[in-house]
């Protein structure tokens, strides 16, 4: 899913001028020529530079810094995450494991929880997270949220091994050009720091989990594979996001990357950590998240198939698809949710994304050739 825009402009410039007199200078009378003498060649010499003082720490720029602090301070935080699979010697009659995929991930706290993405321990066997003191602990994985690429693993190591993340303020607010700080182990290069900049903000990207992931960060700060689910930083070191993916062709980084941000992570990972899944809401209605009826139909909206008995749909008289005699009955189609437009099961899902269970909202539908506007109250549903 990554593709490549890669424009370079070079220009160059040459300006030439040329300027003349209409008044000469008078000329002095002719003097004698001495005879030529030889000379000595002219030997060119080169003054030897300067030495180049060493800069010292407090001599460096306040950039620099900042930089070199940030890293020294979440590094620790920052871990190395090995996906590995069984593979069979059938001529020794042995099983060894060996690395089949890698990534990153981050400390988030002293229980020895381990936030990555989801894309990096997908259909994993055998996880393995290594700190930054290089020792290597087995990982189990603890609950995963597909539609937002995010996974939370769990390792029994010492409590003083384990410095978390630091979170930033819930009223911080990111914009647009300021510094960011991405640590990572692109390519198996453990704790890589590179630095960029907040590109722009609201981005949405097709994720793994079906729908897209919204609100996303992009940076210009180099992202390759091995950086997944790493941290991404503000220059305070607080985490501001997850490395997840980036826009390329070729795989290789292109100046383009995406996190997710840490308003999702720091809703999603608390119910990862106690319950091991996200609780999703809805009004109790049977769909098809592949939506292959609204495109044979050119439908635009999701359509309801079935209402769920007891549920908030029922009660408020939503109608699912229905058989006669008379043939087949399209069901009601939400076209709106809250303020939401809803042209697809993307769209559903996001309308919802983040609501409680008891909250009531708008949902708009179209029966036949006639609006409604219904207000339901949402529900938890499996």
């Known amino acids: 899913m990554f593709a490549k825009a ?12 040329g300027c003349h007199g209409t008044n000469a200078p008078p000329q002095s009378a002719p003097q004698p020529h001495s005879a030529p003498t030889a000379s000595a060649p002219l030997t060119p010499t080169a003054e030897p530079l300067p030495p180049v003082a060493p800069v010292s720490r407090e ?33 020794q009659g042995k099983a060894m494991e060996v690395p089949s995929g890698a990534g990153t991930g981050f400390l988030w706290d002293d229980k020895g929880h381990v936030v990555t993405n989801y894309h990096v321990v997908r259909d994993a066997r055998v996880l393995t997270v290594t700190l930054q003191d290089q020792k290597v602990y087995p990982a189990k994985l603890v ?25 930033p303020p819930a009223a911080d607010k990111l914009e647009v050009g300021q510094k960011v700080i991405a640590i990572g182990n692109p390519f198996g290069l453990d704790h890589t720091l590179t630095t960029g ?82 609780d999703q809401v809805g009004f109790g209605i049977r769909i098809d998240p592949m939506q292959r009826l609204e495109r044979r139909f050119r439908i635009a909206g999701v359509v309801v198939l079935e209402v769920l008995p007891g549920t908030p749909a029922e009660k408020s008289g939503i ?6 005699e008379e043939g087949v009955t399209l069901g009601d189609v939400i076209v709106k949710v809250a303020d939401a437009r ?8 996001n309308a919802l994304d983040g609501k409680k269970p008891g909250q009531k909202v708008r949902v708009r539908i179209v029966r036949g050739t006639d609006e409604l506007e219904l207000v339901l109250e949402l529900t938890l549903v499996q």
Do not use: C
């Open 59 to 91: 001599g460096r720029i306040e950039d620099e810094r900042n930089t070199i602090d940030v890293f020294h301070r979440v590094a620790p935080s920052t871990v190395f995450v090995t996906q590995k699979q069984v593979v069979v010697d059938w001529l």
């Open 319 to 324: 109608r699912g698809i229905t058989q006669s």
């Open 6 to 17: 890669g424009l370079t402009l070079l220009s160059s410039f040459l300006v030439a001028g």
């Open 143 to 167: 609950g995963s949220e597909p539609r937002k690429d995010i996974a939370v693993l769990k390792i029994d190591a010492p409590r003083d091994a384990l410095r978390p993340i630091t979170l």
């Open 342 to 349: 809803v042209k697809s099961y993307d769209d559903l899902y």
């Open 197 to 278: 900049v907040v590109s722009a903000l609201g981005r949405s990207m097709e994720g793994v989990g079906g729908v897209s992931i919204r609100d996303m960060i992009q940076t210009d700060a180099a992202i390759n594979p091995g950086n997944s689910g790493g941290p991404l930083l503000d220059s305070r070191g607080h985490l501001i996001g997850m490395n997840t993916m980036i826009f390329s062709k070729s795989g290789a980084w292109a100046g383009i990357g995406f996190a997710v941000p840490v308003e999702t992570i720091r809703r999603i990972v608390p119910e990862l950590v106690s319950k091991g899944r996200v």
